[in-house]
T-cell receptor
Framework: GAVVSQHPSRVICKSGTSVKIECRSL??????MFWYRQFPKQSLMLMAT?????????EQGVEKDKFLINHASLTLSTLTVTSAHPEDSSFYIC?????????????FGPGTRLTVT | GQQLNQSPQSMFIQEGEDVSMNCTSS?????WLWYKQDPGEGPVLLIA?????ELTSNGRLTAQFGITRKDSFLNISASIPSDVGIYFC??????????FGTGTSLTVIP
């Protein structure tokens, strides 16, 4: 149980274009999903918290107009990198929080490798 | 965002040896999680801790929630080659937003 998928796993795009990344919880409902960015050999940096049916909460320094997040259902959140630039090249990972209550465990997707040329 | 200090940054050990790593924060947390990440993949949850002083095991792995609530420890006993990877701690004061440690890269020499 607690499987999270991401699509695509790898994407290469040209500078100035937009890219959409999907995050799905396959066998549970996730009221909250999180988006992280990880540069090579570095830790995961939380970008934003995505709540189903409401606006995402962005961490300080993350541009909400550049990284558009939509959490339209309890099993799907999308991250759109708009007008991508080479410095946006990174490993983007989502996680989903299962249910509510005392269990605060997060389950991660396999990540999406974005390369902007 | 906040980042936790994790040490050591890297470890090279012989197969069969025990491993210890720790994570410290300037903030008090109410939840600590430990993850393992293989190259090019997402992190996999190893152990979750919810109470100060709590000691929890998962096979050869044991993690503890520090009594100050500002640190956590992970031990791996009798390491094997498949333990190779990067280990991350993650802490939260809200139970929702988690902040990750800087990671410990583990290499096990057969």
């Amino acid at each position: 149980g607690a499987v999270v998928s991401q699509h695509p796993s790898r994407v290469i795009c040209k500078s100035g274009t937009s890219v959409k990344i999907e995050c799905r919880s396959l066998d549970f409902q996730a009221t909250t999903m999180f988006w992280y960015r990880q540069f090579p050999k570095q830790s995961l940096m939380l970008m934003a918290t995505s709540n189903e049916g409401s606006k995402a909460t962005y961490e300080q320094g993350v541009e909400k107009d550049k990284f558009l997040i939509n959490h339209a259902s309890l099993t799907l959140s999308t991250l759109t990198v708009t007008s991508a630039h080479p410095e946006d090249s990174s490993f983007y990972i989502c996680s989903a929080q299962a249910g509510t209550g005392a269990v605060n465990e997060q389950y991660f997707g396999p990540g999406t490798r974005l390369t902007v040329t | 965002g906040q980042q936790l200090n994790q040490s050591p940054q890297s470890m090279f050990i012989q197969e069969g040896e025990d491993v210890s790593m720790n994570c410290t924060s300037s903030s008090i947390f109410n939840t600590w999680l430990w993850y393992k990440q293989d190259p090019g993949e997402g992190p996999v949850l190893l152990i979750a801790l919810y109470k100060a002083g709590e000691l929890t095991s998962n096979g050869r792995l044991t993690a503890q929630f520090g009594i100050t609530r500002k640190d956590s420890f992970l031990n791996i006993s009798a390491s094997i080659p498949s333990d190779v990877g990067i280990y991350f701690c993650a802490g939260s004061s809200t139970g929702n937003q988690f902040y990750f440690g800087t990671g410990t890269s583990l290499t096990v020499i057969p």
